[in-house]
């Protein structure tokens, strides 16, 4: 309980301060600046830097993000290399870490009332998920979990804990002072161990509730990239394709093991079957008869690299691009064709707006509240300069992965009504 308060505390300081580290983020920002400086200049150049960072969690990801970033590096690359020493570098993450807070206390504001999916005024953990799934945050390993139930542990009070304080207190004749952090968290929690009012999570920014998914996403972000590394180094990929799908590999290797895990003897390696299932999963089942005519073809291509016909991680990558290079190459036509008439000034950049009017042209715009959210996260990702004007190349890669998402939102549709039919995800791609 000690330990609880101990952390709420620290975290408060945290968002008060202008650009303060704990010990313990100092440590890890000095390990990650260690690993990087390996010339043993004391400096980091532009490049290093920002993999130092994203193996921090913090990779930018919304435009005000991108725009901040890029302030923040042109403020703190003061000398004529532009390379930073330690302690600007540790400046550089406290002032990010506090911008990142800041963003993400009202992004939860929103994202709250959409995942009220009841109007129940709770959200049942599996909202809280869902949440922080559309904040790409959530969960998708036994380790991830283990980090983001330990995180929520450290704030959560259990019913039968809060109502032993006050017996305690009435015991005492004391109680906690009007507006305490106790009676604030008494307050909150209050509900069923599983449930939590909207209204009060709300009420929990004063406790600095935003801290907590703000070190969810952190941490989670440095676990993925340790994962990035290890893949990188061990999975003998090609790099190309490392290159290609950088932003991906971790969320790919999740897919293709959660397809092994499956099968029995999980032996690292997918039948066909399980591949289309996942390049459905992942929103990539062809469009046309010709697209699949196609893909099927590439695809027996690149079972003959194995004897046995199965299909490895790097092999499954490689089919991957191969997909969209197909999807791409179908559509490049109509796109080009939507990009002169949307441009109207000849600039060769689309604004926001524009985009949103030309995927809504194209049959593409969203449907529900989350999917509008989702889109919105894409655009601002594919703005890879955050100046809020998109080329061809930027557009193709928002149409691309807008039809992804909109073929997964779909696919979980279609897998629960096969689920209540009793039909298997394998079952629903032979038919």
Known sequence: RRGQQRWLTEQAAIARDQATLT??????????????????????????LREALA???????????????????????????????????????????KHCREEIQAEIKEQLQI???????KLHIDEVLLLLDQLNIGP?????????????????????EIEERKRQRQQD??????????????????????????????????LEWENVFSTIRETIGALRRVRLHTLVDKGKLDPEVVAELCDELV????????????????????????????LADHGMRPQTKPQQELVHRRIAEAACVRSDGLFDFPTTLAVILCVRQVAKEARQEDLEEIFEIFD????????????????????????????????????????????????????????????????????????????????????????
Not at 26 to 46: C, E, I, M, P, W
Not at 115 to 121: A, E, I, Y
């Open 23 to 48: 010990v313990e983020q100092k440590a890890r920002a000095q390990d990650v600046f260690s690993h990087y400086d390996a010339d043993g200049s004391a400096t980091l150049d532009a490049l290093e």
């Open 55 to 97: 193996d921090l969690g913090y990779t930018p990801r919304s435009r005000e993000e991108k725009r901040h970033f890029s302030e923040l590096l042109a403020r703190f690359g003061t000398d004529s290399s532009g390379e930073l020493i330690l302690e600007e570098f540790e400046c550089l993450v406290a002032e990010l870490m």
């Open 115 to 121: 995942h009220d999916l009841d109007g129940s005024g």
């Open 140 to 160: 998708r390993t036994p380790e991830e979990n283990n980090v983001v139930v330990a995180l929520l542990d450290k704030v959560n009070r259990t019913r039968d």
């Open 173 to 206: 004749g004391t109680s906690a002072k009007r507006g305490s952090v106790a009676e604030k968290l008494e307050k909150l929690f209050i509900v069923t161990t599983d449930e939590v009012s909207v209204d009060s999570m709300e009420e929990l920014e004063e």
């Open 251 to 278: 969320e790919l290797q999740d897919r293709f093991d959660a397809h092994n895990d499956e099968r029995e003897g999980n032996t690292g390696l997918m039948e066909l079957q399980d591949l289309h299932v996942l």
């Open 344 to 431: 109207k000034d000849d600039s060769g950049n689309l604004s926001v707006q524009e985009c949103s009017q030309m995927l809504a042209r194209m049959g593409l715009n969203p449907k529900t509240r989350a999917q509008q959210r989702q889109i919105a996260i894409i655009l601002e990702s594919v703005d890879l300069d955050g100046s809020g004007d998109y080329s061809f190349d930027e557009v193709a890669v928002l149409f691309q992965r807008v039809v992804e998402m909109l073929g997964r939102e779909s696919r979980k549709a279609e897998l629960a009504i096969a689920k209540e039919l009793g039909s298997s995800a394998r079952e629903v791609e032979e038919h």
